[in-house]
């Protein structure tokens, strides 16, 4: 059973910068679609960013572009996102996400507050 874990969040002043990393067990982290979703209390899971696994194609939430920018490290089975100028609104628990067809897989979470 494939397993994803995320790990980078925290408390971070508005314009500083986080990077989340999502480790993956068990997957084969290369030939998934990868992403980014984040949520807040009350409203829907949204898609942050997301990557191809053939031709590593990235899309972007408008509220993130030139902010944000999400890679893999296939050999690490690790995917990452860079976020910087952190903005008060950024505030959510972060989840990664791996698809394959039917088969998805979601990590538990990690929080990040931004905030002075």
């Known amino acids: 059973q494939g397993r994803l874990v995320e790990s980078g969040g925290g408390l971070v002043q508005p314009g500083g910068s986080l990077r989340l990393s999502c480790v993956a067990s068990d997957i084969t982290f290369s030939i998934y679609e990868f992403a980014w979703y984040r949520q807040t209390p009350g409203k829907e899971r949204e898609l942050v960013a997301n990557e191809t696994s053939l031709s590593g194609h990235t899309n972007y939430a408008d509220s993130v572009k030139g902010r944000f920018t999400i890679h893999r490290d296939s050999a690490k089975y690790t995917g990452y996102l860079q976020m910087s100028n952190l903005k008060p609104e950024d505030t959510a628990v972060y989840y990664c996400?791996?698809?394959?067809?039917?088969?998805?897989?979601w990590g538990q979470g990690t929080q990040v507050t931004v905030s002075s």
């Open positions: 996400n791996v698809v394959l067809g039917s088969i998805v897989y």
